[in-house]
T-cell receptor, first 114, second 115 residues
Framework: AQSVTQLDSHVSVSEGTPVLLRCNYS??????LFWYVQHPNKGLQLLLK??????LVKGINGFEAEFKKSETSFHLTKPSAHMSDAAEYFC????????????FGAGTRLAVHP | DGGITQSPKYLFRKEGQNVTLSCEQN?????MYWYRQDPGQGLRLIYY???????QKGDIAEGYSVSREKKESFPLTVTSAQKNPTAFYLC??????????????FGQGTRLTVV
């Protein structure tokens, strides 16, 4: 069965310090992986996606993620946090074994302190 | 601008009432989805539709109904049979349903509260 585990429900960083949001996945098929961001009471916005091309994926707003098959991980990073990065982040796996189903992690809430 | 429009943004329902949440997209996407979001949980799939006049139950379809009479529209009805309807509801769409590596595009959500 396919699943996604976000290892931290809350992460707190200071402005200007690096961000690391951790995600592990389980998939029987070759997965597509996504990171979405959600600001309070808003919809989800795509940050980046991995689709079996380069293992290091660059997204919007300075975020990037590295696909590591041996570790079944897809961690999201950013070198320097900004106050506007405070939001909830979702790791998502897409499995096309029949239809394009999206499986969501439980989310990680990122707090950024001055 | 292309996108997905959900309305209303906030909705209040009395117990025993049915309410309908609107979702419209002008992205020319074939597939549309409804998700429910509860605090501390990821999104859970309620219903999805691959094409006009076709839809399938997701993981938590009980107490909900949908229709897909037009490509652009995928309304969700929360019926009185849904025991705990208070949640944030998100509509999404994507390009051809069986295409691989396709991300979903989301609306801004509707927050439903039972009063």
């Amino acid at each position: 069965a396919q699943s996604v585990t976000q290892l931290d429900s809350h992460v707190s960083v200071s402005e200007g310090t690096p961000v690391l949001l951790r995600c592990n996945y389980s998939s029987s098929y070759s997965p597509s992986l996504f990171w979405y961001v959600q600001h309070p009471n808003k919809g989800l916005q795509l940050l980046l996606k991995y689709t079996s091309a380069a293992t290091l994926v660059k997204g919007i707003n300075g975020f990037e993620a590295e696909f590591k098959k041996s570790e079944t991980s897809f961690h999201l990073t950013k070198p320097s946090a900004h106050m506007s990065d405070a939001a909830e982040y979702f790791c998502v796996v897409s499995v096309s074994g029949g239809y394009n189903k999206l499986i969501f992690g439980a989310g990680t809430r990122l707090a950024v302190h001055p | 601008d292309g996108g997905i429009t959900q309305s209303p943004k906030y909705l209040f329902r009395k117990e025993g009432q049915n309410v309908t949440l609107s979702c419209e997209q002008n992205l020319n996407h074939d597939a549309m989805y409804w998700y429910r979001q509860d605090p501390g949980q990821g999104l859970r799939l309620i219903y999805y539709s691959q094409i006009v006049n076709d839809f399938q139950k997701g993981d938590i379809a009980e107490g909900y109904s949908v229709s897909r009479e037009k490509k652009e529209s995928f309304p969700l009805t929360v019926t009185s049979a849904q025991k705990n309807p208070t949640a944030f509801y998100l509509c999404a769409s994507s390009i051809p349903f069986r295409a691989m590596n396709t991300e979903a595009f989301f609306g801004q959500g509707t927050r439903l509260t039972v009063v």
